[in-house]
Every structure is written in structure tokens, then in C-alpha cells.
């Protein structure tokens, strides 16, 4: 269900609203698929849905959706940084499901560390390449 209100969360920073079909195509699932998550979301108060119309947040379900958003791009900004190319996606998607807050929150100020201290990024990318490391 965290893929589903991610989603929905990041097209809804777009439009404010979105269609079932626009969710299964972005998801890559059937629209019947995406149907009963989505009346779950709804029933527990995530979502506002009715049958053939729009999908938007509710207050509790754009906090958590802002989050997992977040949680998103810190993993995948990490998994960028020490040099993850070919399956940062699927990578990153499989994180995100088991990093606990506080490994999250670490790897978010080391991102910020290496930010203020290009320096050491540039001396890590050098050691990979010396010694025949993919990046």
C-alpha cells in the first residue's frame, strides 16, 4: 500500500487529483489492482474515493505520502552517491521498505555531510576507480 500512496502523493503535488487508470499505468498494475488498494486507503482515511471518480489525500494521507516520498529520495540519492546505476530503482524500492528512521535519518545527514564536503565524495569516487570498482 506504500507504493500506491507514494504515488499518489507525487501526481497529486502535480494535478490534485488522480484517475484509477493514471495510478495502474504508473504502477504498472491493473486498474483492478489499484481499485481495491485504493478503497483500502479510503477506508482507513487516507484517501478520499468514490467509485469511478478522482482520488485525492486526505490530511493524513498527504503526511504520510509527503514521507514516503521523502524516504524515497534520500535512499535513492544515497544509492546515487556510492555509485548505484544500473538498479537504483529496484534498489531503492526494496529499501525503503525495511529502512527503520533512524538509519533513515543517519543517511540523510551523511547525504548533507558529503554535501558540505565535496572533497571527501570526490576521494571515495578516486578509490573506486583505483581499484576497479563500478562507477
Known sequence: MEDYLEMIYRI?????????????????VRPSSSTKIVQKLNSIGLVNYEKYGLINLTEKGEKIGEFLYHRHMVIEKFLNIIGVEDS?????ELM???VRP???????QFIKFLDSNPGILQKYYEYLKNNNQQF
Open 102 to 108: 533512524m538509519v533513515l535519518k543517519n543517511i540523510e
Open 88 to 92: 537504483i530503482l529496484k534498489d531503492t
Open 96 to 98: 525503503e521498505h525495511y
Open 12 to 28: 497529486c503535488k502535480e494535478e490534485n487529483y488522480v484517475r484509477m487508470n493514471q495510478l495502474a499505468s504508473n504502477l504498472n
